[in-house]
């Protein structure tokens, strides 16, 4: 059996190999069964740790709704999201800075600790923000991405 991290690790690596618009789509798909399962199952889908993510075909033909809901869940999350990667009076914030040299995969999945144990979300979500997030952090770079976003919050 394998443990939390491990099992973390294994859902950032299969999301890490999607593009970020993709992921939001496999975010909607996440936030879209979660609200199912609230209304009929007994079990979260989105509280597993690993998930794999629908292939890139699969994401191509996905319904566009399903992207706008992730993209509208990360606006949601704009606010907390930007203080947690770029305000270094969060208390998460040292975590996040410590890593960031350190590739997207690795940055990815610090993040998607520090959203379920500070943020309370489900790892299935949680993994899906923090692949987006790590992923645009690293290609525009930290000090660049933190900029522009507090221009835009």
């Not at 199952?41 to 566009?64: C, E, F, G, H, R």
């Amino acid at each position: 059996m394998s443990t939390v991290q491990e099992q973390l690790k294994e859902s950032v690596d299969a999301l890490m190999k999607l593009d970020p618009s993709e992921i939001e789509i496999e975010l909607g798909r996440r936030l879209e069964a979660t609200k199912k399962d609230l209304v009929a199952s007994p079990t979260l889908s989105a509280a597993a740790l690993v998930i794999p993510p629908m292939d890139s075909t699969q994401l191509a033909a996905a319904p566009v709704w399903l992207k706008e809901l992730g993209q509208k869940f990360l606006v949601k999350l704009n606010r907390q999201m930007y203080s947690l990667v770029c305000d270094e009076r969060d208390e998460d914030n040292a975590k996040i800075r410590a890593v960031v040299g350190s590739g997207a995969q690795q940055l990815a999945l610090v993040m998607a600790g520090v959203l379920v144990a500070s943020f309370g979300l489900l790892p299935g979500v949680a993994t899906a923000v923090a692949v987006i997030v790590s992923k645009r952090l690293v290609k525009a770079g930290h000090e660049a991405l933190c900029e522009q976003w507090k221009k835009s919050a």
